[in-house]
């Protein structure tokens, strides 16, 4: 079985959907549990905010298929979600323990 090199998995541009995905729900986290207009978001900010940022990454690449020269990529959702579980996970690592 031939060895795949990591970086033909992991392209620049996964890498970044991972980072941008991962900043945005540790920012809308963080956003919805320090505000007192709303209490429901400050009480139930991890599952919204993991979400809302999951259908953000969903919508985008669904939207994709929509424009000519571009298309709907499994791995970009992929890359989004883990993202979005890393994201998550920062925020449990630095706020919760």
């Known amino acids: 079985m031939p060895l795949t090199n990591i970086w033909d998995v992991l392209s620049f ?3 970044a959907h991972f980072i941008v995905f991962a900043l945005l729900t540790f920012l809308f986290i963080l956003g919805f549990s320090k ?3 709303f209490l429901y978001f400050r009480y139930n900010a991890e599952i919204l905010a993991t979400g809302i940022s999951f259908l953000y990454g969903l919508i985008i ?3 994709q298929t ?3 020269e571009r298309g709907l990529e499994f791995t970009d959702i992929m890359a989004n979600s883990v993202g ?3 994201g998550w996970f920062v925020f449990y690592l630095i706020y919760k323990i």
Do not use: M, N, S
């Open 84 to 86: 979005v579980f890393a």
């Open 13 to 15: 541009d996964k890498i």
């Open 61 to 63: 690449e669904l939207g």
């Open 66 to 68: 929509l424009i000519p």
């Open 35 to 37: 505000q007192y207009t």
